[in-house]
């Protein structure tokens, strides 16, 4: 598997996008923001469409959009937290303008096949090229920077806003560049797993290390360890079996990592009650 080039390509991209969605994902859903995490993703489909439309690269389009998208959602919402109203406002009117911009694009000469919308919509980890392997891995050590930079304030944000507001924390600033972390994160990530299965990358993972532990900062990079291992499980399993997507594949280990923390989570639940009762 390491002897070809394209797996290679595949599996170094693929760890740093597990290691941004990880990191991203955990404060996602401690924040309970998974719902722009989903908007956010489809935006990605709309803003490289939009690109591909007015001839220029998709990716233009695709990180425009998509930390755009974040700082507007976090603008429109109190203390930067859109509510599900707002979100779903918002995602309804992109979506919409990504399928005109699909109909517009499918019905060019030069592309009328689609192909691209195809590699928005459930990713090309498979055909990137060196420059693109280049790029994904700058972003997403850019992404993880920042969203490390600002993590001890955003935890405090994002467990007690009305404390942490009172105690000077920037709490609106914070969550607007927070959102934009998260666009950006999708649009690196979307070339993975595609904008349609991206929320399982950033979500099932986080939510595991969730369940399985309280320390936040143990959290934060048991959340990484389990994305970058659902990467490299997908790769291995699509790989293997041909016939298997691997943007699917990913997501399908990441959602088992998840359903397996649950598992024993509750049976150690259940167990401790047994215990307190016998």
């Known amino acids: 598997m390491f002897a070809q ?37 489809h935006i990605a489909f709309t803003g490289a469409l939009g690109a591909a ?7 233009t389009g695709l990180f425009a959009a998509t930390i755009l998208g974040g700082v507007t959602l976090g603008a429109l919402g109190e203390r930067a937290r859109a509510d599900d109203v707002v979100i779903g406002s918002f995602f309804a009117w992109t979506l919409g303008l990504g399928v005109l911009f699909l109909s517009i694009f499918t019905t060019k000469s030069s592309a009328g096949n689609g192909t691209a919308g195809v590699r928005v919509l459930f990713g090309s980890i498979f055909g990137l090229s060196t420059t693109d392997v280049r790029v994904s891995v700058v972003l997403a050590l850019v992404a993880c920077a920042l969203l490390l930079a600002i993590a001890r304030p955003l935890l405090f944000a994002s467990l007690d806003t009305a404390v942490a507001a009172a105690q000077g924390v920037p709490v609106r600033a914070l969550g607007v560049g927070f959102l934009a972390i998260v666009g950006l994160v999708a649009a690196q990530a979307t070339q993975a797993v595609g904008a349609l299965l991206l929320l399982g990358l950033l979500a099932a993972p986080a ?14 990079l048991l959340s990484a360890a389990l994305a970058v291992g659902s990467v490299w499980a997908g790769l291995t399993l699509s790989y293997a079996f041909p016939t298997l997507p691997p943007s699917s594949m990913i997501v399908a280990a990441a959602v088992g990592a998840y359903l397996l923390a649950e598992v024993l989570t509750s049976g150690l639940g259940r167990s401790g009650a047994a215990g307190r009762t016998g």
């Open 5 to 41: 080039e394209f797996m290679r390509n595949a599996l170094v991209t693929g760890t740093f996008v597990g290691l941004a969605c990880g990191l991203v994902g955990y404060f996602v859903v401690l924040r309970a923001q998974v719902f722009a995490g989903d908007a956010l993703s």
């Open 53 to 59: 439309v007015i001839g220029l690269d998709i990716r």
């Open 207 to 220: 939510g595991a290390a969730h369940r399985l532990t309280t320390s936040p900062f143990r959290g934060l």
